[in-house]
């Protein structure tokens, strides 16, 4: 999911002294940086997830006819956003890394008049076990225990992690 963030920025996203985490693990699923490599993983969760993913978002990401090697170019760009402190994106895999279970993207405010935008998903075989609002509840400790962000809103989302459709909102 692309948010093209790069050309956005008045002001670094993250203090300069900052230290990104790197790692978040645990006993549902681990947290770390979305790279290329998770091409194939990431691809499949996308897939197995489109029809969940288009009602999340109110968009059609993933498109009808969505590749591999569009799957790679998305991933490329989430992953030099994360090299350049611009925007973070996170894969969501099992404890034994063997499977995507979703992403986690921590983006700036891009308007709005907060410090970060936060937005998650989790394939469809792990929402339906149940692991979305477990993932809310991590992902909104963390970042409020481990990010130097004082206001972040999690749109498309109510106060208790409860999905409200994004339809017709930038993502």
Same mark, same amino acid.
């Given at each position: 999911?692309?948010?093209?963030?790069?050309?956005?920025?008045?002001?670094?996203?993250?203090?300069?002294?900052?230290?990104?985490?790197?790692?978040?693990?645990?006993?549902?699923?681990?947290?770390? /940086?979305?790279?290329?490599?998770?091409?194939?993983?990431? #691809?499949?969760? $996308?897939?197995? &997830? !489109?029809?969940?993913?288009?009602?999340?978002?109110?968009?059609?990401?993933?498109?009808?006819?969505?590749?591999?090697?569009?799957?790679?170019?998305?991933?490329?760009?989430?992953?030099?956003?994360?090299?350049?402190?611009?925007?973070?994106?996170?894969?969501?895999?099992?404890?034994?890394?063997?499977?995507?279970?979703?992403?986690?993207?921590?983006?700036? /405010?891009?308007?709005?008049?907060?410090?970060?935008?936060? #937005?998650?998903? $989790?394939?469809? &075989? !792990?929402?339906?076990?149940?692991?979305?609002?477990?993932?809310?509840?991590?992902?909104?400790?963390?970042?409020?225990?481990?990010?130097?962000?004082?206001?972040?809103?999690?749109?498309?989302?109510?106060?208790?992690?409860?999905?409200?459709?994004?339809?017709?909102?930038?993502?």
């Amino acid at each position: 999911m692309s948010d093209n963030v790069a050309d956005q920025q008045d002001k670094p996203f993250v203090p300069p002294d900052f230290e990104v985490p790197v790692l978040l693990e645990t006993e549902h699923f681990g947290l770390r /940086p979305l790279t290329t490599a998770d091409v194939d993983k990431d #691809y499949e969760a $996308v897939m197995e &997830s !489109a029809d969940l993913l288009h009602a999340m978002f109110g968009r059609d990401w993933p498109r009808d006819g969505f590749t591999r090697e569009e799957n790679f170019q998305d991933l490329a760009e989430h992953q030099q956003e994360f090299e350049q402190r611009i925007a973070f994106a996170y894969t969501v895999t099992s404890p034994d890394e063997t499977t995507c279970l979703g992403c986690v993207y921590i983006n700036p /405010p891009r308007g709005y008049p907060v410090d970060a935008r936060v #937005y998650m998903w $989790v394939r469809q &075989s !792990a929402y339906e076990r149940g692991l979305d609002p477990i993932l809310f509840r991590t992902v909104k400790r963390w970042i409020d225990e481990r990010w130097p962000f004082e206001k972040v809103i999690y749109p498309g989302r109510a106060e208790d992690g409860s999905w409200t459709p994004l339809h017709g909102q930038a993502v």
